[in-house]
């Protein structure tokens, strides 16, 4: 049985090509493309149909903005058989548009979905920020969260790997509330309590795009998280 994968990047805007060398290196077909990061990204113009000639199954390997399309294409395209979200959130963001307005990250089918608003007069206190309480704050606020949730139940399989320190996003909670919220649905997590935002992969380089802003881990923890979460990817993609 073939599987294709599709590894989706982050807010950086450079397709995570180390990831896709090794993954090709265990034989895997592997489709890394660059995605434009603004508001209204359409999901179903990701590459799904493109792996589903050449496989018998796909997975969707995401990171931080990735791991939000790819958990929800996992739950919106039955094509999916499982997902891989490093630095996972489990829901939907808007985008800042230049004149303050917000606009949803995601479309599907043409319909944006529902999002969560930030709220644009926090300021990060850090330098350079941190925006984890950012995300915080903007959940407690929002008058309805509900609607906004990644329908992760209705993901078939899902791997999620998050850093204790992450300094961006606070992807430990969101990957534990999606793990509540899959109840007894196939779910792993794997968490280095020191590790940031940006995991190292065995045989990875670590990324340095993006905008300026605290990441949190150092690379030893990074790669540290990077090794002990190999096995678990590997694992997904034997199915």
């Known amino acids: 049985m073939s599987t294709g994968v599709l590894i989706l990047h982050g807010s950086s805007g450079v397709p995570d090509l180390d990831r896709a060398r090794i993954l090709e290196a265990e034989g895997y077909d592997v489709l890394a493309p660059a995605w434009p990061v603004r508001s209204e990204v359409a999901l179903e113009a990701f590459p799904l149909d493109e792996l589903e000639d050449n496989n018998d199954r796909i997975v969707v390997i995401g990171s931080s903005w990735g791991a939000e399309a790819a958990l929800l294409l996992g739950a919106l395209d039955e094509r999916v058989s499982a997902v891989v979200a490093f630095a996972p959130g489990a829901y939907i ?3 800042v548009e230049e004149d303050g307005s917000q606009r949803s990250a995601w479309t599907w089918r043409g319909v944006p979905l529902p999002f969560v608003p930030f709220d644009t007069d926090w300021q990060s206190t850090d330098d350079p920020p941190s ?6 704050h903007s959940l407690r606020i929002a ?14 399989d899902v791997l999620l790997i998050a850093g204790g320190d ?8 969101f990957a534990e509330e999606i793990i509540r919220r899959r109840g007894s649905l196939p779910t792993r997590l794997v968490v280095g309590p020191e ?3 940006r995991v190292v992969l065995p045989g990875e380089t670590p990324k340095t795009a993006g905008q300026s802003m605290a990441r ?9 998280l990077g090794e002990r979460a190999w096995p678990e990817i ?4 034997a199915g």
């Open 195 to 197: 590790a940031g935002h």
């Open 234 to 237: 590997l694992n997904v993609l």
């Open 143 to 156: 008058p309805d969260v509900d609607v906004a949730r990644i329908p992760v139940e209705q993901i078939k």
């Open 216 to 224: 949190g881990g150092t690379d030893a923890a990074n790669r540290e």
């Open 131 to 136: 925006y984890t309480e950012m995300y915080r």
């Open 93 to 95: 963001w808007g985008r």
């Open 166 to 173: 992450d300094k961006v996003w606070p992807s430990v909670d």
